[in-house]
């Protein structure tokens, strides 16, 4: 157990639809990055939160936001789903940076049919 | 912005064989350089990073990474390989003074052959 905690761990839902994923930070970690990860794109970063602000964007759609909240969890909102946002999306934590490296959750599984 | 190119996509190499995995790395800043392993349906686990100092970095597991500046290169290596190595090996930089996103390489596999 790495101490980063996401749920859930399998999703499948319809296109055109919404899902929330969200990530316990391990305990003390104040960074929290999310990234998609699909076979042909490989680790794509999306965001990244510190202390509750957004801290770094990257590949992230529209159609996706997230937030963290006072207690430091996240929720990564993914809207109006198409087939293509299939993938494994993964939740980091940090407590010194990302430049120490980070801590991964078991990520979520997210199949759109 | 900085990059990762890892060469192989996937690596076969027979048990006890030692092994290096290759990664080059492009950014116009100083870098940390980080290896990951993805075990089959688990996340990602930190092998090793370099921060600075010593540019022979060792890892959990046996693995080991130089960082060659010159070359701009982050090679993983092990001297003997076992059948519980099968996984996926993620090279991964981060930019020194700028954000402190990860970048990822696309992986390579690396498959053990009996």
């Known amino acids: 157990d790495s101490g980063v905690t996401q749920t859930p761990k399998h999703l499948i839902t319809a296109t055109g639809q919404r899902v929330t994923l969200r990530c316990s930070p391990r305990?003390?970690?104040?960074?929290v990055y999310w990234y998609q990860q699909s076979l042909d794109q490989g680790l794509q970063f999306l965001i990244q939160?510190?202390?509750?602000?957004?801290?770094a964007k990257g590949n992230i759609l529209e159609r996706f936001s997230a937030q963290q909240f006072p207690d430091l969890h996240s929720e990564l909102n993914l809207s109006s789903l198409e087939l293509g946002d299939s993938a494994l999306y993964f939740c980091?934590?940090?407590?010194?940076?990302?430049?120490?490296?980070?801590?991964f959750g078991s990520g979520t599984r997210l199949t759109v049919v | 912005a900085q990059s990762v190119t890892q060469l192989d996509s996937q690596v076969p190499v027979f048990e006890e064989a030692p092994v290096e995995l290759r990664c080059n790395y492009s950014?116009?800043?100083?870098?940390?350089l980080f290896w990951y392993v993805q075990y089959p349906n688990q996340g990602l686990q930190l092998l090793l990073k370099?921060?600075?100092?010593?540019?022979l970095v060792k890892g959990i597991n046996g693995f080991e990474a130089e960082f060659n500046k010159s070359q701009t290169s982050f090679h993983l290596r092990k001297p003997s390989v076992h059948i519980s190595d099968t996984a996926e090996y993620f090279c991964?930089?981060?930019?020194?003074?700028?954000?402190?996103?990860?970048?990822f390489g696309k992986g390579t596999r690396l498959h053990i052959l009996p």
């Open positions: 305990s003390g970690d104040l960074s």
């Open positions: 950014s116009s800043v100083s870098v940390y």
């Open positions: 370099y921060l600075s100092g010593s540019t």
């Open positions: 980091a934590s940090s407590s010194k940076g990302g430049n120490y490296g980070y801590t």
């Open positions: 939160y510190y202390n509750g602000e957004e801290r």
């Open positions: 991964a930089v981060s930019e020194r003074g700028r954000d402190d996103k990860i970048i």
